[in-house]
């Protein structure tokens, strides 16, 4: 199984940015679609960015895109999410997970999840 592990949430202002960091054992990044998803309380999980092992193409939700940038870094096993112009609304529990395939990220099965990492942004 992959294990990921999240760091690097915490507080924010309105406007400011934050990186998430998600490590993860083996060659998961490389290999499976890998994805960010957060869930706020009273709210569904939804996904936020998602990435391909092997093209490293990256797809956005609406409200991420054009703020939010997924990226990897194969040698250190560590997946990102660059947090930009952030809102409230993107006040939830971040989440990294190791999906099943290499296509179609964005709809993949998700079983392998972190530990989630706390974002709270601030008006």
């Known amino acids: 199984q992959v294990q990921p592990v999240e760091s690097g949430g915490g507080s924010a202002q309105a406007g400011g940015s934050l990186r998430l960091s998600c490590v993860v054992s083996?060659?998961?990044?490389?290999?499976?679609?890998m994805g960010w998803f957060r869930q706020a309380p009273g709210k569904e999980r939804e996904g936020v960015a998602w990435?391909?092992?092997?093209?490293?193409?990256?797809f956005y939700a609406d409200s991420a895109k054009g703020r939010f940038t997924i990226s990897r870094d194969n040698a250190k096993n560590t997946l990102y999410l660059q947090m930009d112009s952030l809102k409230p609304d993107d006040t939830a529990m971040y989440y990294c997970?190791?999906?099943?395939?290499?296509?179609?990220?964005?709809?993949?099965?998700?079983?392998?999840w972190g530990q989630g990492t706390q974002v709270t942004v601030s008006s």
């Open positions: 083996g060659s998961a990044l490389s290999t499976y679609c």
């Open positions: 997970a190791a999906g099943t395939r290499r296509t179609y990220c964005s709809t993949d099965k998700y079983n392998d």
């Open positions: 990435i391909y092992p092997t093209s490293g193409a990256t």
